[in-house]
């Protein structure tokens, strides 16, 4: 009889947690933590979480929080979750966002007919 298997879902293009291997020690307290249990431990001890489902990742940063080495693990929102949305001017290539102090004058180009 055949032991069961996990494999990761590679058609997914997101990626939602990235780790430094460099810092990350493979303590998998970030594993145990997950609440959509997306990360599994990986087979060689000492070296970061696997990310088996990116797709099940919730954002909520829980694995984050619970990790002990600072910079070891980041979590990345997609595109369409940025807070933070800067425009570029393409006339003069100032960059402004909405709610910043002082903003750049308004365009009062005529719109090309």
């Known amino acids: 009889m055949n032991s069961p ?11 939602p947690i990235q ?22 431990p990986h087979p060689e001890k000492g070296k970061p979480p696997i990310v088996l489902y990116p797709d099940e990742c919730w954002y909520c940063g829980t694995c984050v929080l619970e990790c002990n080495r600072k910079g070891a693990i980041k979590l990345v929102h997609p595109m369409n979750q940025s807070v933070t949305v800067i425009w570029k001017r393409k006339a ?8 910043m102090k002082h903003p750049p004058a308004p365009n009062t180009r005529k719109p090309c007919s």
């Open 5 to 15: 298997r996990m494999l990761p879902n590679p058609p997914t293009p997101n990626e």
């Open 19 to 40: 780790f430094a291997s460099d810092i990350c020690n493979g303590c998998n307290l970030c594993v145990n933590i997950c609440r959509s249990d997306v990360l599994m």
């Open 92 to 99: 003069t290539g100032e960059n402004f966002r909405l709610g």
